[in-house]
């Protein structure tokens, strides 16, 4: 068996939805962990307040909890879909149009996406401009920064994922398919290009990215992007969506 490199715990304060892992802030931890940059598969759901094993395997890596796979990090793609920069007053715009109704929220706690004091409040909504994009203007708080303000990377990492994910569930499989609100990320890939600074305005844009628009299935895959103010592309993410059976 190989040797446990590091454990990793995730707080319930980093839940996505309620009382599992929040996925992408779990992966930029996992990778922290590893020392590499990885692209991550996810196998398991994440437990919360719980000691997880970082366990090399020959050409991966493995986020373990007991025998169980939580995320099997491999060798980066690379590939991302690429958008133009939104205003942050028209991201702000579609912000607005968020339902925030406890009652119609999957995820009302989660570290990103939700309606408590303590979300990043990434809350994406369609813009106007016809292209399908949604968007969200975003103000890290001052506290997810380090010494120099720059923005953790599971801040960022969660953030871009929630994006991608109402980019997902905000476009139904087909008239007869499944509900596609309950896609799961299978896997992700995030490149931070230059530092997100804490308490400062951005946009974060999410829509199909590389991959086709429509769905194949079950499966439908997303981009998502981190702008600063003035249009310049800090940070992206590439994912893949998928609707369990049943």
């Given amino acids: 068996m190989s040797p446990v490199e590091a ?13 599992l892992g929040q996925g992408g802030w779990t992966s930029a931890r996992f990778v922290e962990a590893v020392g590499l940059p990885l ?18 395997s020959e050409d991966s890596w493995h986020l373990m909890h007991g025998d169980a796979i939580i ?18 007053a028209e991201a702000r ?22 309606i408590g004091p303590q979300s990043m409040n990434v809350h994406p909504s369609a813009l106007a401009d016809g292209t399908g994009r949604l968007a969200t203007d975003w103000r890290p708080p001052a506290w997810t920064g380090d010494q120099h303000g720059h923005v953790a990377p599971t ?23 499944p509900d596609a609100r309950g896609a799961l990320t299978v896997q992700y890939e995030v490149e931070v290009l230059q530092p997100v600074i ?11 990215g590389r991959w086709e628009p429509a769905w194949d299935g079950r499966k439908r895959g997303a981009g998502s992007a981190v702008f600063d103010a003035e249009g310049t592309l800090l940070a992206r993410s590439d994912s893949l969506w998928v609707v369990p059976r049943g």
């Fill in 39 to 56: 692209r991550l598969n996810l196998r398991a759901p994440i437990p919360l307040d719980v000691p997880l094993d970082v366990v090399p």
């Fill in 93 to 114: 715009a579609a912000r607005e149009r968020f339902n925030t109704s406890p009652d119609d929220h999957q995820a009302p706690n989660c570290f990103s996406c939700g």
């Fill in 155 to 177: 801040t960022l990492w969660a953030s871009l994922d929630c994006a991608a994910g109402f980019y997902v569930s905000g476009h139904p499989l087909n008239d007869d398919g």
């Fill in 198 to 208: 804490a308490d400062q305005d951005h946009v974060i844009v999410s829509w199909h």
């Fill in 71 to 88: 995320m099997e990090g491999v060798t980066p793609l690379r590939s991302f879909g690429e958008t133009a920069a939104v205003d942050v």
């Fill in 7 to 19: 454990t990793i715990t995730v707080p319930e304060t980093s839940q996505g939805v309620t009382g």
